[in-house]
């Protein structure tokens, strides 16, 4: 019991560190676009579920409420579009690493409006339907909670090594900058030394000329 207990409390804390989760509401005005960014390593599952808070509950949504979503990766590439919905849901895996946009657009209205919407994003761990993997596994509480930290860990393995690729990345490019700095720098100081001899020549070639040395 104690065990298990205690695999339920490393479950939580890796998952409050390690879970790339977004769920947020907010209102989008029409004619307007609103883009959400979610960075997301390559390889990684990611779902996204959103539709349009109702603003008079038990009536039908306006026909007026409606939004398009596109969903692209960091170099352009789209993932997922639709068109004039009121709720909808995708899910892929990202082949690319980076920031992934949601661009959310509402045709214009007038007078205008705002819409509320509610976007779930969800990458990594938190992109599994843990209730489903139990369900179908039919797996004890504590195999079940095993797997999950087993996922967490491996989730946290994968942003590791993740980080320690981007770290590389950025000191090649500090290396970069700081050998082209120091080639502009001595460059610099072999134009300022050849206009100075040139200024020395032309003022003595000029002193000359006067007969005044």
Not at 10 to 17: A, E, F
Not at 44 to 65: A, D
């Amino acid at each position: 019991m104690k065990l298990q207990r205690f695999a339920v409390c490393i479950v939580v804390i890796i998952g409050l560190l390690s879970t790339i989760a977004q769920s947020i509401r907010f209102e989008l005005e029409s004619g307007h676009t609103k883009c959400i960014a979610e960075d997301i390593k390559s390889n990684s599952m990611t779902v996204g579920h959103y539709s349009i808070v109702n603003p008079n509950e038990g009536q039908p949504l306006p026909e007026s409420h409606r939004i398009t979503l596109k969903v692209t990766s960091a170099y352009g590439n789209s993932y997922h579009s639709a068109e004039n919905v009121q709720s909808g849901q995708f899910a892929f895996q990202a082949v690319e690493a980076g920031d992934y946009m949601a661009c959310f657009f509402a045709i214009d209205h007038q007078p205008a409006l705002k819409i509320p919407i509610e976007f779930d994003w969800r990458s990594g761990v938190a992109a599994k339907d843990w209730s489903n993997v139990a369900k179908k596994g039919s797996v004890d509480a504590m195999n079940f909670e095993l797997k999950k930290l087993g996922d967490a860990i491996t989730s946290i393995h994968e942003e590791m090594f993740y980080l320690r690729e981007r770290e590389q990345e950025m000191q090649e490019l500090n290396k970069i900058t700081n050998s082209r700095m120091a080639w502009l720098s001595f460059l610099s100081l072999f134009i300022c030394l050849s206009v100075a001899g040139l200024q020395l020549w032309h003022l003595k070639s000029f002193f000359e000329k006067k007969k005044l040395i």
